[in-house]
């Protein structure tokens, strides 16, 4: 989700912008913080500046799926095959057989050299509420426009699109370009479910996790979950004018549902990454800001 986690420094970019454009936190800077799915602005000083004003039209996209969270249990869990599973393959018991269950039937996935249509639709979700009326017309159109993605469906034969063979399946599922490593540590709580086909449902969801920006580089990666998925890279971003001075981002927990067939195969991966940051940026003036959200995805695969 290489270009998902750049739209979402971009958003924090905008923000800074607009914000400081309209002279918003221009003194003592202004915080807008995400809260339960709500923002609440504190501080600052609204200062008036000669702006012109310009209506966005907004754009239409999809509203992202609601979202769950989902708490670490006190102690392991573990869901057993349902009595009756008749499948050709074994559901996974402990932890510890779903974490290995659920590396290799990805990796199979993204190594696959049999003909098979990958299904794939990212969603990023950024939620603003509560800002002045001036930077709500102006920031939440820019949002919107940014945060808009359509699906995607490729067709790849040999591990390669039939289309652009520069394109491979192991680029279009998370995490990109890279084989997944899920360490059962990582892991806060797992269960294995059979389903009617023969196969079974895995869902993991991971510990808590956060990173830290300087400015330069990310000085600390949100380990475990870069193992399954794609997680903000700030330092790896061009931003032209805007400047991210520092940020912290926390990862509640993501969770990762791998759906199989009764063959063993891997026919959907559903990610959900909720995610929370505050920064400090320039564009012109310093403004601090928290942001909420969630870089969520879907891959459904149908072979041959």
Do not use: C, W
Not at 120 to 148: G, R
Not at 272 to 297: F, N, Q, R
């Amino acid at each position: 989700m290489k270009q998902e986690t750049k739209l979402v420094a971009i958003i924090l970019a905008a923000l800074i912008v607009f914000l400081s454009g309209f002279g918003l936190g221009a003194t003592r800077g202004i915080t807008i913080k995400v809260e339960g799915g709500a923002a609440v602005q504190t501080g600052g000083t609204q200062t008036a500046a000669p702006v012109e004003q310009t209506t966005a039209t907004p754009v239409q996209t999809t509203a992202p799926a609601e979202q769950t969270t989902v708490a670490p249990p006190a102690a392991e869990q573990t869901t057993a095959a349902p009595a009756g599973n008749s499948g050709s393959v074994t559901v996974p018991q402990t932890k510890a057989e779903i974490v290995a269950a659920y590396n290799k039937v990805v990796n199979e996935a993204k190594h696959y050299e049999g003909k098979v249509t990958l299904k794939k639709h990212d969603i990023i979700n950024v939620q603003l509420k509560d800002l002045p009326t001036i930077a709500e017309k102006i920031i939440t159109p820019v949002i919107t426009k940014l945060t808009t993605t359509s699906p995607e469906e490729y067709v790849f034969d040999g591990g390669k699109d039939v289309n652009d063979p520069a394109r491979f399946v192991s680029h279009k599922i998370v995490p990109n370009g890279r084989d997944v490593n899920v360490q059962e540590a990582g892991i806060a709580n797992a269960t294995a479910t059979a389903n009617a086909d023969g196969g079974y449902t895995m869902v993991l969801t991971f510990i808590a996790e956060t990173s830290t920006f300087d400015g330069t580089k990310t000085t600390s990666e949100p380990t475990h979950h870069k193992s399954a998925m794609d997680p903000l890279e700030l330092g790896s971003l061009d931003l032209g004018p805007i400047t991210i001075s520092n940020a912290d981002l926390k990862y509640p927990g993501a969770t990762m549902t791998a759906t199989v067939d009764g063959q063993g195969r891997l026919v959907k991966l559903e990610q959900k990454l909720p995610l929370e940051g505050t920064g400090t940026g320039k564009a012109g003036v310093s403004i601090t800001l928290s942001l909420g959200g969630s870089m969520d995805g879907t891959y459904e695969f149908i072979y041959g």
